[in-house]
């Protein structure tokens, strides 16, 4: 909800400006039909103003877009289909679930606006098309302009839109002409066109498994020949058959502010500014700050300073912070700037500990959880190793696909997946770079 309030506050200025421009170019519509001796009804002068403040709020919220669309990392032009709904299924967020619902909605008034007055005409199918053509036309101006990026995935839903509002508008014409059947027919094509968001909703609750850092697919299929070493071979063909996944407690937006409360309380400061997203908080007091991930939870505190990457001085600087390492917690140095300590499952407690001290300050990734045993993931064979990379279905990256893929060692990490969910990933190593393949529930 806080979500969608945001969207609709940032739009408000827009709409109101669309008010404005659609009022007048109304006046100036009856204007012109007043010299042509045209003289239209209560119903139809209504009809009228609302096109035109429609039109005008389609122009200023798909094309101007108040501040502008930032293209960094992005495309023009996405010939993805579904790329938004297999996103949707994978991880459920607020954010995905209203633009997928209101790039459906948004060109539901068209739809039903614009087949009122074909009435009962042969030609009111007319509208079907005329939408598809408006829903192009602002993917073409936003890619000219850019505006934003033009994604067959909008195409899509816009023309959704579109046939859910010629729906509703069949179904008040059946509904005034007691034609029943047709009314039901067309109450159930509303609904089916409303219908994919949700249904992609629900597929993404049927499975344990969320996102992960460690999970994305997509990526560039491994055409090149794939070796293993004896050393990869061995773990992967000699090691245990299952590896138990666990769920954790989640937290909420209370726990992230008592978080942050009591660490800003330990600089003497306090919450002064909160950033809320999807799966995160972004509390800050002073120079320093706390972000809070809901699903585990994972905690990242940030405070200034310096720090000798010892083990002995990261623990002691953590526990003043009120972060206790357990002492099976393994200790590893990442480079100059960067450690971590990792507690391997035990089936109570796990996760990992990173701290980095680049720029003149101190930032601790504290992600150790309470864990319950909820489940088992089958381990890969080589054959599934080599089919899961040739489909492009790894995390990670490497350099060209068309190489020889040469893996050196392998390995099992565990990683916190959105919802809630610490579970193994087999990771591949090659060279500077490691890939992870998600195992399967055994």
């Known amino acids: 909800m806080q979500t969608f309030l945001y969207y609709f506050r940032s739009a408000l200025p827009l709409l109101a400006a669309a008010a404005v421009l659609g009022a007048a170019a109304y006046f100036i519509a009856l204007a012109v039909l007043k010299r042509r001796g045209r003289c239209l009804s209560g119903a139809w002068k209504l009809h009228l103003l609302v096109s035109c403040v429609y039109v005008l709020a389609l122009f200023m919220l798909l094309i101007v877009r108040g501040d502008g669309f930032s293209l960094d990392g992005y495309g023009w032009l996405s010939l993805d ?13 607020p954010n995905g679930f209203i633009n997928i619902g209101m790039n459906i909605l948004i060109f539901v008034p068209f739809g039903f606006l614009f087949a009122l007055p074909f009435g009962e005409s042969r030609r009111r199918w007319l509208v079907l098309p005329l939408g598809l053509l408006a829903t192009l036309a602002v993917e073409a101006v936003q890619l000219a302009a850019r505006s934003g990026v033009a994604d067959v995935d909008d195409v899509f839903n816009n023309f959704l839109g579109v046939a859910c ?48 850092d460690y999970e994305s697919g997509g990526r560039d299929p491994v055409t090149g020949e794939i070796s293993f070493s004896s050393e990869a071979l061995d773990f992967i063909e000699g090691g245990p058959e299952t590896f138990a996944y666990y769920s954790t407690p989640g937290g909420t937006l209370a726990d992230a502010r008592e978080c942050a409360s009591e660490f800003f309380a330990r600089f003497g400061g306090a919450i002064e ?24 939870p994972v905690i990242e505190y940030c405070a200034g300073g310096s720090l000798e ?18 002492e ?22 796990g996760g990992t500990v990173s701290v980095d001290t680049h720029g003149g300050a101190v930032r601790a990734g504290f992600a150790l959880f309470e864990l319950s ?39 099992i990490e565990y990683d916190l ?9 087999l990771r591949l190593d090659s060279g500077d770079r490691s890939l992870y393949l998600s195992l399967p529930e055994a």
């Open 81 to 93: 289909l579904f790329h938004e709904y297999r996103l949707l299924v994978r991880e459920f967020t």
């Open 165 to 212: 509002g010629f729906a509703l508008a069949r179904l008040c014409m059946n509904i005034r002409a007691r034609r029943a059947s047709r009314s039901v027919l067309c109450a159930l094509a509303a609904l089916l066109c409303l219908a994919p968001p949700f249904a992609a909703w629900g597929i993404s609750g049927l499975s344990d498994y969320g996102a992960s």
């Open 273 to 296: 500014s909160e950033e809320l997203y999807d799966s995160l908080a972004y509390l800050r007091g002073g120079p320093n700050y706390v972000t809070y991930n809901y699903a585990g």
């Open 309 to 326: 990457l010892s083990e002995a001085a990261v623990r002691a600087l953590l526990g003043e912070w009120g972060l206790g390492i357990p």
């Open 328 to 349: 099976a917690a393994e200790f590893e140095l990442l480079g100059e700037e960067s450690c971590r300590f990792t507690l391997y499952p035990d089936g109570r407690l």
């Open 373 to 411: 045993e909820a489940g088992s993931s089958a381990m890969l064979t080589r054959a599934d190793c080599e089919a899961l990379l040739r489909r492009g279905a790894y995390g990670g990256w490497i350099e060209s696909a068309g190489e020889p893929l040469e893996i050196s060692s392998a390995a």
């Open 417 to 425: 997946d959105s919802k809630g969910v610490y579970r193994p990933f």
